[in-house]
């Protein structure tokens, strides 16, 4: 038994991960490898001497102990499948006041010497697989924009090449008048503005380069104004 337990010992130190053994009773931690200093910053000590929940962000502790409650009694009850294994990700907090994101493997068994029911995990930090997936969400929603942004463009160019198609056509009239050829021209100049936005949309959706150009604001609005 002694030499099966230093065995159990020199694996869980050797491991980065977080080797560890909760008493789902009580909340409190029975084990918790020397891992766990490097990921969070507490000694093993300082973890199994304050409740097993403090070891999370606020906002996941009463899930997490209603998670805790609901699956022990399912496995006094005999509901568990035997070797049943969970996995959680869950958000820690460190000693220097960050957070940390964690792939919690755990699972029920019942201590041979004591008869208790108790937790045995693995804890992984996914930290950075975490950020990368926010970044791919993130892109997945520019792109959904992108396409929705494309759509309506595409549908407002239309519009817009109708309009200054009339426009030019009604510039060309000889019965025109110089007001109202001048306001036509402001609904040109306009309409032609519109229409460059419009591209840029377009090019966004289809993910070209858009190549900016400095202009004169003072010139834009008095040519608007006219």
Known sequence: LLASEEKYRLLTEGMKDVVWTMDPQTMRYLYVSPSVTALRGFTPEEIMAAPAEEA?????????????????????????????????????????????????????YRNKETGAVEIRGVARDITERKHLEEQLLQAWKMESIGRLAGGVAHDFNNLLTAILGNIELALLEKDVGPKASARLQVVQQAAASAAELTKQLLAFSRKQIIKPQVIDLNELIWNMGK
């Not at 906002?59 to 009850?77: G, Y």
């Open 56 to 108: 999370f962000v606020p906002s996941a502790r009463e899930n997490l102990k209603e998670f805790i409650r609901q699956h022990t009694a399912d496995f006094l009850a005999g509901k568990e499948k035997p070797g049943q294994f969970y996995t959680n990700v869950l958000e820690q907090t460190c000693k220097d006041g960050s957070t940390v994101w964690t792939e919690v493997i755990s699972r029920f």
